[in-house]
């Protein structure tokens, strides 16, 4: 069983920063790629950012320049620094890993979301 729990969500000020975590547990063998994805009112869930084993990143047009994704291999943990936020930064962010578990099963899984809200 393999359970992901993101924290560091809030309410920040345009112009502000947040850093939101994300630690597996469970039954993990390895992880391939860890992500991060978010949903605001009325849109689709997008990717903002993932990183695979070997740090290779890559980032949604929309935040490059301003957001970080970086892993912690030893915690299962996966982290987003995101930096000079917008009120279009607003929404509910998600992690996900892509992880094989020591069943020998690979799949995704999801985090419970957390909410990031960027207002004056």
């Known amino acids: 069983q393999v359970q992901l729990v993101e924290s560091g969500g809030g309410l920040v000020q345009p112009g502000g920063s947040l850093r939101l975590s994300c630690a597996a547990s469970?039954?993990?063998?390895?992880?391939?790629?860890m992500g991060w994805y978010r949903q605001a009112p009325g849109k689709q869930r997008e990717l903002v950012a993932s990183?695979?084993?070997?740090?290779?990143?890559q980032y949604a047009d929309s935040v490059k320049g301003r957001f970080t994704i970086s892993r912690d291999n030893a915690k299962n943990t996966v982290n987003l620094q995101m930096n000079r936020l917008t009120a279009e930064d607003t929404a509910v962010y998600y992690c996900?890993?892509?992880?094989?578990?020591?069943?020998?099963?690979?799949?995704?899984?999801w985090g419970q979301g957390t909410q990031v809200t960027v207002s004056a």
């Open positions: 990183v695979t084993k070997t740090d290779s990143t």
């Open positions: 996900n890993m892509d992880l094989l578990s020591t069943g020998w099963v690979r799949r995704d899984y």
């Open positions: 469970g039954s993990i063998f390895s992880i391939n790629v």
